[in-house]
C-alpha cells in the first residue's frame, strides 16, 4: 500500500510539473507570436479611447459624469494605474493587451488539461493562432472580460468534479469572483459568462449556491459603489441608455465568409455535443459541455452586428478553442499508448510550425519604416504607430497637429469629429490624447451611431462650446449601406455653419477656429 501511495503521488507531482512547463510554453509562444502585432497601426477611436480616458482620469476626469463611455471602467482603471506606475505610453497600454491575452490563452489550456494535456494544447494554441488575424493592437475590455469568464469556469468545473469539501467552497467562491469581474470590463460579457459558469458549476444545495453568490457579491459590490459615488444617473445614462441608443445603428449588414461560417460551424458542433452528452456518466463533463454551447451561442450576436475581421477573430478564439473542448469531451474511445505518442509529436511539431509562420505573419505586417516626426514628447510613444505604410496621411496629421500647437492656446476647448456630424460612424479620439493641452468640449468623445447624433444627445451645445473643432471626412463612406448611415440631429451642422471659420486644411482633415 506504501509503495502504491508513493506510485500515486510521484504520477500527480509529475503531470502537475508538466502542466506547469506546458503553461510556461504557452504564456511564452504567445508573447512572441503576438509582440510584433503590436507595432502597428493605432486604431483612431478603439484604441484612442485606451489612450484618453485612462489619461483624463488621471487629470481628475471622473467617467460618465465628465466623459461618456459605454463600456465599464475596469480597463480604463487598470491602464490608469499602469501609466501612473510605469509611464504612460502606447507600450505600456498595449502590453497590458499582450497580457490579457496571454491570461486568455492560459486559461483554456487549463480548461482543457483537466481532460488531457493535448486538449489543452490544442485549444489554447486554436485561440493565438486566431488571435493572429484581429486587426488591431491594444488592451481592448473584451479580452479581459473573457478571460475572467474563462478562468470562472474553469474553477466552477473544478468544483464540481471534485467532493463537496472545504477546497470546492473555495473553488465556487472563486468562481464567483471571476463572473462578477467581467462586469468591470463588459456588460454583456459579465450576463452571458455568468450564466455559462453557473451551467457549469451547477450547484446542488444552497451551500453551493451562496458559495458562489458570496463570491459574486466582493466585485460586484465595489463596482456598485464606485457607481454610485459618480453618480447613478450618468452612469446609468452610458453604461444603458447610451448602449441601448446605438444598438440599432450597429446592425450592420451580414456578410458571409468563410470565417463567418467556420464560427458558425463551431457553434452548431459546441451545442450538439452538448444536447448529445444527455446520457453522459460524468456530469461534470455534461455540465462544461452545456457551459461552453452557452458561451459560444451567447457570443454569436458581438459578432453578427458587425462581421468582420476585428469581431470574427476576438470571438472566434474563444469559440473555436472551446470547441476544441467539447469535440475532446465527446470521444469516449482511447487511443493506445504508441498512438497517443506518435499524435502527440505530429501535434507538438504541427504547433511549433504554426507559432513560427505566425510570428513571420506578425512581423511581415510590421515590415513597413514609418516616418519619425517628433512634435511633443507623446509622439515619442505614437508616432511608429500612427499611420505605417502611408507616410502622406502621417505627414498630413502631424502638421495638423503641429499647426494646432502653435496657434490654439492652452486651456482651450477642442472638439473632434466627422464633417458631417449627423452621422456619428467613427472619430479620431486619439488627437484628444496628444493634445493634451486642450480641453475636450463634448463628452462624446467617441462618436458612436444613435448615440452623439440622437436628437437629444446635446452634441449641439458641446460644439458651440468649443474654442477648436478637428472635423475629418475619413469616414464619410464608412459602414455603407448599414443602419449607422441614418442621419441624426441637423443642429450641429448648423452650429459649425453659424459659429466657425476654417483655419487650415491638411488632407482629409480640417481645423476650425472660432469666428472673430
Not at 28 to 53: H, K, M, N, R, W
Not at 115 to 127: D, Q, Y
Not at 159 to 175: L, S, V
Amino acid at each position: 500500500m506504501l509503495a502504491q501511495d508513493i506510485e500515486r503521488v510521484a504520477v500527480v507531482d509529475s503531470t502537475r510539473t508538466r502542466h506547469l512547463w506546458t503553461l510556461l510554453l504557452i504564456c511564452v509562444a504567445a508573447g512572441l507570436s503576438l509582440g510584433p502585432l503590436q507595432f502597428q497601426t493605432i486604431s483612431p477611436q478603439d484604441e484612442g479611447i485606451l489612450l484618453l480616458y485612462p489619461d483624463l482620469i488621471l487629470q481628475g476626469y471622473v467617467p460618465y459624469r465628465d466623459f461618456s463611455a459605454i463600456y465599464p471602467p475596469g480597463t480604463f482603471l487598470l491602464l490608469a494605474g499602469a501609466f501612473q506606475l510605469l509611464g504612460e505610453s502606447i507600450v505600456i497600454e498595449r502590453l497590458v493587451g499582450v497580457a490579457y491575452q496571454v491570461m486568455m490563452a492560459a486559461a483554456v489550456y487549463l480548461l482543457g488539461a483537466r481532460l488531457t494535456w493535448t486538449t489543452g494544447l490544442v485549444a489554447s494554441s486554436v485561440m493565438l493562432l486566431v488571435l493572429h488575424f484581429f486587426p488591431a493592437a491594444g488592451a481592448y475590455s473584451m479580452f479581459a472580460a473573457l478571460a475572467s469568464i474563462l478562468f470562472g469556469m474553469l474553477y466552477a468545473h473544478s468544483a464540481a468534479a471534485m467532493h463537496d469539501d472545504g477546497r470546492a467552497g473555495t473553488w465556487r467562491i472563486a468562481a464567483g469572483v471571476l463572473a462578477s469581474l467581467a462586469f468591470w470590463f463588459r456588460q454583456e460579457i459579465g450576463v452571458v459568462g455568468t450564466v455559462a459558469i453557473l451551467v457549469a458549476l451547477h450547484p446542488q444545495t444552497r451551500r453551493q449556491f451562496r458559495d458562489f453568490c458570496f463570491g459574486f457579491a466582493l466585485p460586484a459590490g465595489v463596482l456598485a459603489v464606485l457607481l454610485v459615488l459618480i453618480g447613478l444617473e450618468p452612469s446609468f445614462d452610458s453604461l444603458v441608455l447610451d448602449v441601448l441608443h446605438m444598438l440599432p445603428g450597429r446592425k450592420f449588414p451580414v456578410e458571409w465568409s468563410p470565417a463567418l461560417f467556420a464560427v458558425l460551424l463551431c457553434v452548431v458542433i459546441s451545442v450538439t455535443i452538448a444536447f448529445v452528452g444527455q446520457r453522459w456518466r460524468r456530469k461534470d463533463h455534461l455540465q462544461l459541455a452545456r457551459a461552453v454551447a452557452v458561451l459560444s451561442a451567447g457570443l454569436l450576436p458581438s459578432v453578427l452586428q458587425q462581421v468582420g475581421a476585428w469581431h470574427l477573430s476576438y470571438v472566434g478564439c474563444v469559440i473555436g478553442a472551446l470547441t476544441v473542448v467539447s469535440l475532446r469531451l465527446a470521444t469516449t474511445h482511447r487511443l493506445s499508448r504508441a498512438t497517443g505518442q506518435a499524435g502527440t509529436a505530429m501535434l507538438l511539431a504541427s504547433i511549433a510550425g504554426a507559432f513560427i509562420v505566425a510570428f513571420m505573419h506578425g512581423a511581415y505586417r510590421y515590415s513597413v519604416n514609418t516616418p519619425r516626426l517628433a512634435v511633443e514628447d507623446r509622439w515619442v510613444f505614437i508616432e511608429d504607430n500612427l499611420y505605417p505604410g502611408d507616410p502622406g496621411r502621417h505627414s498630413d496629421a502631424a502638421a495638423l497637429l503641429n499647426e494646432t500647437i502653435k496657434v490654439a492656446k492652452p486651456g482651450e476647448r477642442l472638439f473632434v469629429g466627422p464633417e458631417d456630424l449627423r452621422y456619428a460612424v467613427y472619430s479620431d479620439t486619439f488627437f484628444y490624447y496628444l493634445l493634451q493641452q486642450l480641453q475636450p468640449a463634448s463628452r462624446y468623445l467617441e462618436m458612436n451611431p444613435g448615440d452623439a447624433n440622437g436628437e437629444d444627445s446635446g452634441l449641439a451645445a458641446d460644439v458651440a462650446s468649443a474654442d477648436w473643432l478637428i472635423l475629418t471626412s475619413r469616414y464619410d463612406n464608412l459602414y455603407t449601406p448599414a443602419a449607422a448611415r441614418i442621419p441624426g440631429s441637423q443642429a450641429p451642422n448648423d452650429v459649425v455653419r453659424r459659429l466657425f471659420c476654417e483655419h487650415s486644411k491638411h488632407g482629409v482633415w480640417r481645423l476650425m477656429r472660432r469666428c472673430t
